[in-house]
């Protein structure tokens, strides 16, 4: 079966610091990889999607990016964070096409302080 | 593009009572429909779906979704809230392309004694 793992769980980062939050699937291959952020109130946002290696799509200009440096490794990525950056991010994946269902991991926590 | 609004933002049911969440989707062509919970500091669970065919769905948990073209609608049941269920529900509408879904800003539920 399929299982979805992403860390760090939970992170408090000054502002002006750097991010990287990563995210792998196991039992699959070729995912369709996604980030979200959730904040309260406001649902979920996609921030970026992939749908292969080193294909990156983003959603939102904002201060991340992505990268899939492997076909079941998806990091967001910041080199300077702001405190509009705290948040709850959820990686998902999902095998595309017709009918997509995505599945999603536990989530990880960012204040930035 | 396709958008999801539930127009609910918190309901509060008594134990044992019956439950419906709101959700209307707009999208030009058949939608692929999605019900998500959250519990409290989680990711997201899949309840159930909807692609084609019978147009009530069931999910997990002892939950329903009705599927109503007409009215644009896919609204969550449940005969009988248990205690358990308190969470925030999620909508979710996705494309024939399946590569995305998009989110409504989700419902919270909580469940009286």
């Known amino acids: 079966s399929q299982t979805i793992h992403q860390w760090p769980a939970t992170l408090v980062q000054p502002v002006g610091s750097p991010l990287s939050l990563e995210c792998t699937v196991e039992?699959?291959?070729?995912?369709?990889l996604y980030w979200y952020r959730q904040a309260a109130g406001r649902g979920l946002q996609l921030l970026f999607y992939?749908?292969?290696?080193?294909?990156i799509s983003s959603e939102v200009p904002q201060n991340l990016s992505a990268s899939r440096p492997q076909d079941r490794q998806f990091i967001l990525s910041s080199k300077k964070l702001l405190l509009s950056d705290s948040g709850f991010y959820l990686c998902?994946?999902?095998?595309?096409?017709?009918?997509?269902?995505?599945?999603f991991g536990e989530g990880s926590w960012l204040t930035v302080v | 593009a396709q958008s999801v609004t539930q127009p609910d933002i918190h309901i509060t049911v008594s134990e044992g009572a019956s439950l419906e969440l709101r959700c209307n989707y707009s999208?030009?062509?058949?939608?692929?429909l999605f019900w998500y919970v959250q519990s409290p500091g989680q990711g997201l669970q899949l309840l159930l779906k909807?692609?084609?065919?019978?147009?009530l769905v069931q999910g997990i948990k002892g939950f329903e979704a009705e599927f109503k073209r007409s009215q644009s609608s896919f609204n969550l049941r449940k005969p009988s809230v248990h205690w358990s269920d308190a969470a925030e529900y999620f909508c979710a509408v996705g494309a024939s392309s399946g590569d995305k879904l998009t989110f409504g800003t989700g419902t919270r539920l909580a469940v009286r004694p």
């Open positions: 039992g699959t291959s070729n995912p369709n």
């Open positions: 909807y692609f084609s065919g019978d147009t």
């Open positions: 992939s749908v292969g290696i080193g294909q």
């Open positions: 999208y030009g062509a058949t939608p692929y």
């Open positions: 998902a994946w999902g095998m595309g096409g017709t009918g997509n269902t995505i599945y």
